[in-house]
């Protein structure tokens, strides 16, 4: 069920009753309501998913356990085979990710190279993609590797381990929660705070309203260009790609928000997992604040162990392809993907072999309202770079990105762009989004967060008009573009 | 918690019961009150059918229908009435986004409720008839819950639902209830054929009537480049699109069709902006197993698709068009 689907608002109140009154009377309680709650929230796509989550939570628990008895043993066997239960565990959940996600891609993609077209049908399996896979077996692996480095203490609750691999809120598209941030919060009672209830219900509202009223009215115009583009000016397809980067933030911004938000009404507390990345005045920067759950997870797991930034120059360059392809791969099986992983590698490169990629970690024009003429221009250059991206992204081929970011360059880039009647509204309320959220920038926290300071009856009315706002001019269900992930 | 839960229920439970007795009190869809012509609305265009139909035929023995989507709108049943008996009786049975299986239900409908079906024109649009054999929920297309075998009170819900996710229609229903509106009635009171006043001046159909400016998503100047486009292009046809569920309801149709001994028509409609794709020749194969020489097929490249005078819109065509149908498949034999 979707967040923003009648289904969903039915569930969520009465999880919310039987969480704090019926089942509070300890941790373990709210852990067991959350844990069925989410297998009936996952399971209502399709109960065939449920299997593959259980497996990936027996599995992680287990090594969890496993590295819990070797470490007490304290002697280099035991360390040798903590080693071992963590790896496994590891490769046997990546193995599962890259079954159910990449088998049918390599198989198709070595098979037309080295075989022809002919045979790629006899040897694809046809299997579907479950949703959020890619979430939470990252969140799996994050336990099982803080309890192997002693970030945390192995739990030896099954039912703790599993709600924090399933917990609903953030099983399909994020963000994705460490071992030690989210375990020591399973492991005690969650007592209700109001300002904690209040700032869930604004963030899910604030969450809704990017999603459903900037991307989706985004989404229409986007589609209906991408459709045809190749008829279309350049100064359509500009407009399309810039429409594109705003619908994808505010798709899973939007969705992070409202699954932040609701994490907040159980007594959960999930991390950021956007601060403004639009704006950036470098792709440094851009990727401190896009997909901060995914982006630290890959350092942490991936590029620190590699070596880091502590290493020689050209293994510098090769554990920045290395992060930025796998962040491609993550996001799908398309060789598109992987091209705008290495872009966005290209791009990163030159800052962080000149030292550059960490000058800017203050908020762009702090303490001013307004950004100087030089931040400007950073700011839309990165934009720039990072919507040129976000074409690759989106193209179904290689071939189709380059034709459109070809066609955007190649004719009436000057002309004025294809306008229907719904695109004044759509801009109208991506830049209300924008500047909610410039003047939030500096709070870092989501865009209305603001309003937590202001008098009752203000939030009270601003509450009124974003629902109206929302009901109104909310689109016709367009999905999350990040649960295909 | 309790403040929490409180304050909650406060702010989002007042307004909802608000809107609950709004909708009730104001009736914007004008489904709650008795049937009035002089009190109607025509946003759901099942329900005005339904209605319509059920209001005349205890005094009109309705014989010969017109089913289909908003396709039909081109077929008129003045036009019609020059092929049937002259005792025949027209109603045009017509719903917005109609799919097969609102067709079949209407059909049946009036089977079990020994209605004579002596004349029949289905139109099929690819893909909108094929589209989903689910019912509906949206306003302008949810099914007469005595055509779907709804529940009137889910009917009701679904639309006071509806109703409460448009902030426009509240504003709207106040003002019309208080000014005590009385909508402009633009369908035939008696055949509801569409465009009542336009019945007289078919044949001369004014070429791309200035709704098409008003189009949202399309101007003018696209739809007729969209045309010559079109005509200059090699044909795209529609995936195949008769699952088992609807060849079953075809199947269904054509039982009703014979118990009834009805002279029917499938039209397979024009529309080259929309959809720009002829039926699949499987699809149509379908057709005609079930159907034979009853299938008329005007989707795909044709005279009537490659002049855009034809149409009112991309997705529409006119009167003219529909005049020009009914010709060619009463001549045609």
């Known amino acids: 069920m979707l967040f923003n689907s009648i289904e969903f608002v039915l569930f969520l109140p009465i999880v919310f009753v039987l969480y704090w009154f019926v089942f509070n009377k300890s941790g373990r309680w709210q852990n067991l309501l959350l844990l069925l709650a989410s297998y009936m929230f996952y399971g209502w796509w399709d109960w065939r998913f449920l299997l593959l989550i259980a497996f990936t939570t027996i599995c992680t628990f287990a090594s969890g356990v496993a590295i819990g008895v070797c470490y007490q043993k304290n002697e280099e066997v035991s360390r040798r085979n903590a080693k071992l239960f963590s790896s496994a565990n590891i490769v046997v959940n990546l193995l599962i990710l890259g079954v159910f996600k990449y088998y049918n891609f390599f198989v198709a993609s070595f098979a037309k190279t080295f075989m022809g077209e002919g045979k790629i049908d006899s040897l694809l399996l046809d299997i579907i993609l479950p949703v959020g896979i890619s979430f939470y077996t990252f969140q799996a692996l994050s336990f099982t590797i803080d309890v192997y480095r002693g970030k945390i203490k192995p739990s030896k609750d099954f039912v703790q381990v599993a709600a924090y691999i399933s917990f609903f809120p953030q099983l399909l598209a994020g963000p994705i929660g460490r071992g030690e941030d989210l375990i020591p919060q399973y492991a005690r009672r969650r007592v209700f705070l109001y300002e904690d209830g209040a700032d869930g219900m604004r963030q899910i509202l604030w969450g809704l309203f990017k999603k459903v009223v900037v991307a989706d009215n985004c989404a229409v115009y986007v589609n209906q260009v991408w459709d045809s583009y190749q008829t279309h000016t350049g100064s359509t397809l500009l407009l399309a790609a810039i429409l594109y980067t705003i619908q994808i933030y505010g798709d899973f911004s939007g969705y992070s928000d409202m699954a932040i938000g609701v994490a907040k009404l159980f007594g959960i507390r999930l991390k950021q997992n956007f601060r403004f990345p639009y704006f950036s005045r470098d792709i440094a920067e851009f990727w401190r604040r896009w997909h901060i759950s995914l982006t630290s997870w890959f350092r942490d797991y991936v590029y620190i162990p590699l070596g880091g930034s502590r290493v020689g120059k050209w293994r510098i360059v090769f554990n920045t392809f290395v992060i930025f392809l796998l962040s491609g791969l993550w996001h799908g099986a398309n060789w598109t993907f992987v091209v705008w992983g290495a872009y966005h590698a290209f791009l990163f490169l030159p800052l962080i072999l000149l030292g550059k990629n960490k000058r800017f970690k203050d908020t762009v024009a702090e303490n001013r309202l307004l950004p100087s003429l030089k931040e400007c221009g950073q700011m839309l250059m990165t934009f720039m770079l990072v919507t040129i991206g976000w074409v690759i992204f989106r193209a179904e081929s290689i071939e189709q990105a380059w034709n459109f970011v070809y066609s955007i360059f190649k004719s009436d880039l000057l002309s004025v762009p294809f306008i229907y009647v719904g695109t004044k509204r759509v801009l109208f309320f991506t830049c209300f989004a924008l500047l909610i959220e410039w003047l939030s920038r500096c709070n870092n926290d989501y865009g209305i967060s603001k309003l937590k300071s202001l008098p009752y009856w203000c939030n009270v009315c601003a509450l009124y008009i974003l629902i109206i706002i929302i009901l109104e001019f909310a689109q016709g269900s367009q999905s999350f573009i990040y649960f295909q992930f | ?333």
């Open chain 2, 1 to 333: 918690m309790k403040k929490f839960v409180f304050r909650a229920l406060l702010l989002l439970g007042i307004p909802f019961l608000l809107l609950v007795i709004l909708y009730i009190v104001t009736d914007p869809f004008k489904t709650i009150r008795d049937f009035s012509l002089e009190y109607f609305d025509v946003t759901n265009r099942d329900y005005l059918s339904t209605e319509l139909f059920l209001y005349n035929s205890q005094c009109i023995n309705y014989d010969s229908f017109i089913l289909g989507s908003s396709r039909c709108c081109g077929l008129n049943s003045y036009h019609w009435k020059k092929y049937l008996p002259d005792s025949s009786k027209q109603f045009v049975f017509q719903a917005w986004s109609e799919t097969l299986t609102g067709i079949f239900q209407k059909l049946d409908f009036l089977d079990k409720n020994r209605y004579n079906i002596r004349n029949a024109l289905i139109v099929i649009d690819i893909p909108g008839t094929f589209s989903s054999n689910q019912l509906p929920s949206e306003t302008l297309s949810i099914k007469d819950w005595r055509i779907s075998g709804q529940s009137e009170f889910m009917f009701q819900c679904t639309l006071c639902y509806n109703f409460m996710q448009k902030p426009s229609i509240w504003l709207r229903s106040i003002k019309g209830f208080l000014n005590d509106d009385k909508p402009y009635v633009s369908f035939d009171t008696i055949s509801n054929d569409w465009n009542a006043n336009n019945r007289c001046a078919d044949l001369m159909a004014v070429p791309m009537q200035d709704s098409l400016n008003n189009c949202s998503n399309i101007s003018r100047e696209v739809f007729i480049k969209a045309v010559a486009d079109y005509k200059s292009n090699v044909q795209e046809i529609a995936p195949v699109l008769i699952t088992d569920d609807f060849e079953f309801m075809l199947i269904e149709i054509k039982n009703i069709f014979v118990k009834h001994k009805t002279a029917y028509k499938i039209i397979i409609s024009p529309a080259p902006w929309q959809t720009n794709k002829a039926i699949n020749p499987v699809d149509y194969k379908t057709l005609m197993s079930i159907f034979g020489n009853h299938v008329f097929d005007f989707s795909g490249k044709n005279t009537i698709n490659e002049d855009y005078n034809n149409f009112t819109d991309p997705g529409h065509f006119g009167l003219r068009a529909g005049w020009t149908i009914i010709e060619d498949i009463y001549n045609s034999n």
